[in-house]
């Protein structure tokens, strides 16, 4: 994965339920590539934004196996933003 506002690579990977992240890596083979800003990223991850409409707005560029992006993409938590903390 490039993030293009801060021209930053990151290669994720997800093995036996565990996610790890590299930061200036790139993988030798990845199941997929995507080009995008951080905050793009960050709107697709939390489920704000779907995947194929910003592919289709030109914000992610993705080469390889999209649907495994997707796969991951639907291993992750969704979050009630507002939640509350205290109840009484």
Do not use: H, W
């Not at 996610?19 to 960050?42: E, V």
């Not at 030109?58 to 649907?67: C, F, L, M, W, Y």
């Amino acid at each position: 994965m490039t993030f293009t506002d801060s021209k930053t690579n990151y290669m994720i990977d997800l093995d036996n339920s565990v996610l790890n992240f590299k930061k200036g890596k790139m993988a030798s083979n990845p199941d997929a590539t995507l080009t995008l800003d951080r905050m793009t990223f960050y709107q697709i991850a939390l489920g704000r934004e779907d995947l194929s409409k910003m592919e289709a707005a030109g914000k992610v560029s993705i080469s390889g196996d999209k649907e495994q992006f997707e796969d991951f993409l639907s291993l992750l938590d969704q979050f009630q933003p507002k939640v509350n903390i205290v109840t009484p």
